[in-house]
């Protein structure tokens, strides 16, 4: 108490023990807070990586031309978001991933549009990616969740566009 009364009367009286416990409650709520927004996070990044899945067709490289036409083929495909890219596999004829798995990195990734017909496209520097996913509401999670996994992706790197 000596010490508080050579405060001068206009500055109320300090109680360090007080100071201190606050200090390491506020401490504790922002650790707590800092924890649950990062379990959200994981939470969230969870559930987009398993709604983004499925059997999807990819349209074949190299089209085939018959004078003013052109024929396309579009191959069966596993589809599956990762948290740094999307893959692809061959499938059997039973709809099992077969196969090498093959990855589109997000952060290769420019643009990711969605198309009429249920087809999207997932464009990167050296080529486009044209995928079909079973129907168009497929497709407009698929490009929802593959947009947002691109953000979280491509955001703490500072690469890449933000223009989708």
């Known amino acids: 108490m000596a010490d508080q009364e050579d405060l001068p009367p206009d500055e109320p009286p300090t109680n360090s023990v007080a100071s201190v416990k606050a200090g390491k409650v506020t ?13 959200v996070v994981q939470d969230d990044l969870s559930q987009l990586l398993s709604e ?4 999807c067709e990819k ?6 031309k ?18 740094d890219g999307l893959c692809y596999q061959k499938i059997s004829t039973t709809e099992k991933p077969i196969g090498k798995p093959k990855k589109i990195l997000y952060a290769d990734v420019k ?5 009429d017909c249920a087809e999207f496209v997932l464009q990167t520097a ?23 996994l ?5 955001r703490p790197s500072g690469t ?5």
């Open 27 to 39: 401490d504790s709520a922002l650790n707590w807070l800092t924890a649950s927004e990062e379990q």
């Open 52 to 55: 983004t899945r499925g059997v």
């Open 59 to 64: 349209l074949a490289d190299a089209a085939v």
């Open 66 to 83: 018959m004078g003013a036409w052109q024929m396309v083929l579009w191959q069966p495909r596993w589809v599956y978001a990762e948290v």
């Open 111 to 115: 643009q990711i549009e969605e198309l």
């Open 126 to 148: 050296s080529r486009d990616y044209t995928f079909k996913a079973p129907n168009e509401d497929a497709a407009t999670v698929l490009v929802h969740n593959l947009r947002q």
């Open 150 to 154: 691109r953000q979280l992706r491509v």
């Open 160 to 164: 890449g566009s933000d223009s989708v």
